[in-house]
């Protein structure tokens, strides 16, 4: 399984940890059930036991393992010095305002790279679906290197919000539709 | 009994019997339950402003909103969890070393240190606003540009007298355990030390694998004991860290005040936020997980009345948990680009997975410790340490999922973050830990007192049960789809969430309720006063032989 977009990865997420969390609390209910029954322990009832705890184990760390070979950008993140980025973005942020393009538009496919200065207080650089679910993001960090390499898989208008706060005045750091990707063959897709 | 009178006098609660190490273990229990509810009440008030952002008393204004935001955490975390924390601890030492508490007088100290620091960060908020969050992210805190400077003194002042008030406790815990009277009358410091770290434990182990005798050694300090200086150990780093970030930001805002305008920007934002997420992790990742694990098995081997299963794996679990704790700050900076990227793979991602291992070996522990002892009667104390085991069972793989560098890139600073993962490992995972601990503590602390209600005592373990689950379910699910923590959604988005979050959140305040009612109806409220006054019996151990007043109080 490898996963496109966010949107795929976390609704796969979403059904994995709720099946995890129903599974859990009936193991834990199942437990306490048992725990004032008569019935003397018996050892063959470890073996659940192992089982449950080689589960929470295998699930936990392997969700760990599994996700970081399927999500693209994972690797092209670690690998970002390295690799020629199709188009480049300033974006300068301070006094609770972005300044960027106003409109950054981008082919489906290409790799953007989101190169964003803070001059004053740490905020975040966050990028938005109009459902209001989130692409990706990143911290920035007055003083230091952020910068997001992107590539989009999906094609719409999207928004930019700070995902860190910056005091109150930071609620309002959000920029409607300033990111524009064309290219897919379906509308939308 | 009439009504009236049981709220005058309780049931049979008598606070001049109660000797000096009670009193203090109990004034900082009523305090602890005190902050809590004001954190409730807050984490409600910020729910409900989510779904109608223009509800009084927020009315719809980001600085009130994240002003709550906070100092929720200070009152929730200090206020609260470290009281009774440090308040169940200071009266467990003594209670299973069979040894003085070195200090009644700075147990004392403890208490009236972090309500009045609690209190103080609480007014820095309401009166002036002051809102950096509890991240301080630099300069963030120093920013008097954006935030009242008296107001940002008042709350650095307030987080520092928590941190030496954390200090006191430290220094208390060490000379009890390490006073060299009573069963630890002819152990060297050496051999107290070996055993507080769980390094017996990796020996026992060591030496039952390679077949060399003696396999086995009787540790010096029995288990929780080990687990309560191991946390401890973090505590104090933690606090170092704190008080250390508090005495920069206080420099800067002094600076202000005197109208030098020093340069923020002297002091790199990343670096600082290493600094400060070590030690605040150690908070998260070291004290709670530790000191979880060693009330767990305090707990499990009390309500069974039998040993703890794989106790040596136990103890270099508690070692292991050690370094783990301390390498695996850089899970809270998977989304900062300029740390380096070794930083987030190996202290980010591969250590903190090791928190899956240690915390699933304690919850495997506990389990089987409980499970061998069947069958058992299902008491308070039992319900709510199962609840407890639940709410770690739910929140450490969440927090194991967000620890990826792939996961994190679309979960940072998200709902899920601090819904499915904080409040449940706080308000499910720790707090029925702590209730739990609390109806052990109950009859010892207040000489056999009879609870006013078993129905009130069931009624705040389901509504609190379910309403913590609840709302970290609501709020992780919110986050998932893109809902930010620290932000102040005020068009509707995420209504749905939104409003059952909300529902659960009251249910947690109505379980609140509950249990304080349970609990004034107990001792009464002549009793609540009595608490306070000073105690006429300055023991400061419990229910050992020299002191036969406290051993006589028990039996009757
Ligand atoms: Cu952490």
Same mark, same amino acid.
């Given at each position: ?40 322990? /018996? ?32 690797? /092209? ?113 | +009994?009439?009504?009236? +009178? ?48 223009? *509800? ?36 467990? *030492? ?6 003085? %508490? ?17 209190? %103080? ?119 170092? &860290? ?81 370094? &783990? ?52 009667? +299902? ?74 209600? +078993?129905? $009130? ?39 749905? $969430? ?59």
């Amino acid at each position: 399984m490898t996963f496109e977009t966010s949107v795929e990865l976390l609704k796969f997420h979403n059904v994995a940890y709720t099946v995890y969390a129903m599974l859990i609390i009936s193991v834990i209910a199942w437990f306490a059930y048992n725990l004032t029954r008569e019935k003397k322990a /018996e050892p063959i009832v470890r073996i659940p036991f192992y089982l449950y705890i080689g589960f929470l184990v295998a699930m936990g760390v392997g969700h760990h393992i599994f996700t970081y070979n399927t999500i693209p950008w994972v690797s /092209e993140d670690i690998m970002r010095h390295n690799i020629t980025p199709d188009k480049t973005f300033q974006i300068k942020m301070a006094n609770h305002k972005f300044d960027m393009p106003e409109k950054m538009e981008i082919k489906k496919g290409e790799k953007v790279l989101f190169d964003a200065h803070s001059s004053d207080l740490v905020y975040g650089f966050g990028l938005f679906r109009q459902d209001g679910s989130m692409i990706s993001q990143m911290q920035v960090n007055p003083g230091s290197r952020n910068d997001l390499l992107w590539t989009f898989n999906e094609c719409g208008e999207f928004d930019v919000r700070s995902t860190e706060y910056a005091g109150p005045a930071g609620n309002a750091m959000f920029v409607k539709k300033v990111v524009i990707v064309t290219g897919c063959d379906k509308k939308g897709a | +009994m009439s009504f009236k +009178m049981n709220l005058m006098e309780g049931t049979n609660f008598n606070a001049s019997s109660l000797t000096a190490l009670q009193k203090v273990t109990l004034r900082a229990v009523v305090m602890s339950f005190l902050f809590y509810g004001l954190a409730a009440i807050e984490g409600t008030l910020m729910r409900v402003a989510l779904v109608n952002p223009s *509800i009084p008393p927020i009315h719809g204004a980001p600085e009130h909103f994240f002003s709550i935001m906070t100092v929720h955490p200070i009152i929730g975390i200090f206020g609260s969890t470290y009281q009774l924390v440090f308040a169940a601890f200071m009266f467990l *030492i003594p209670f299973l070393t069979k040894k003085p %508490l070195y200090s009644v007088g700075l147990a004392n100290f403890v208490w009236i240190m972090i309500t009045i620091g609690s209190a %103080l960060a609480w007014i820095a908020a309401f009166i002036w606003s002051y809102a950096p969050l509890y991240t301080l992210y630099w300069p963030l805190p120093a920013d008097t540009a954006q935030f009242n400077v008296i107001g940002g003194i008042v709350f650095i002042i307030g987080v520092a007298l928590i941190m030496i008030g954390t200090l006191g406790f430290i220094y208390n815990i060490y000379a009890t355990i390490f006073a060299k009277v009573g069963v630890h009358a002819n152990k060297t410091t050496k051999e107290l030390l070996i055993s507080g770290f769980g390094i017996d434990g990796m020996l026992n182990l060591v030496h039952k694998l390679t077949g060399k005798p003696p396999y086995s050694k009787e540790p010096a300090l029995s288990l929780p004991v080990v687990a309560i200086f191991r946390g401890t150990v973090d505590t104090f780093l933690d606090a170092l &860290v704190i008080l250390g970030a508090g005495i920069l930001v206080l420099v800067y805002l002094l600076a202000d005040v005197s109208g030098a305008s020093w340069d923020v920007h002297a002091v790199d934002a990343l670096l600082y936020k290493n600094f400060f997420w070590w030690g605040l992790d150690l908070v998260a990742d070291g004290l709670v997980l530790i000191y979880v694990a060693g009330s767990w098995y305090l707990l499990a081997t009390l309500i069974t009345g039998q040993k703890l299963f794989m106790e040596n794996v136990a103890r270099a679990a508690l070692l292991l948990e050690l370094f &783990v704790s301390w390498m695996v700050w850089s899970h809270h900076l998977l989304a900062d680009q300029g740390q380096p990227e070794m930083m987030k793979l190996i202290s980010g991602e591969m250590v903190t997975m090791f928190e899956l291992l240690t915390q699933g070996l304690a919850l495997f522990i506990t389990l089987m410790t409980l499970w061998k002892a069947r069958p058992l009667k +299902m008491t308070m104390e039992l319900k709510y340490l199962l609840a407890g085991l639940l709410g770690f069972g739910l929140a450490v793989p969440a927090a194991i999922i967000q620890a990826d560098m792939g996961m994190n890139r679309i979960l940072h600073n998200t709902q899920w973050i601090i819904g499915a993962h904080v409040h449940v490992a706080l308000l499910t995972g720790l707090y029925m830990t702590l209730y739990s601990v609390v109806y052990v503590l109950w009859p010892l602390l207040t000489n056999n007192t009879k609870l006013f209600s +078993m129905k $009130f005592a069931n009624a705040h373990f389901y509504l609190h049960l379910i309403g913590s689950v609840g709302m970290g379910a609501f709020m992780g699910m919110a986050g998932l789809e893109g809902m930010l923590r620290r932000h102040f959604y005020m068009d509707g988005e995420y209504q749905t $969430f939104m409003i059952l979050a909300a529902i659960a959140a009251i249910m947690m305040v109505v379980a609140w309720v509950i249990f304080m009612a349970n609990i004034i109806m107990s001792v009464g409220l002549k009793g609540l006063v009595g608490i306070f006054l000073p105690a006429s019996d300055d023991t400061a151990t419990f229910g050992i032989d020299p002191q036969p007043s406290v051993v006589v109080s028990q039996k009757k």
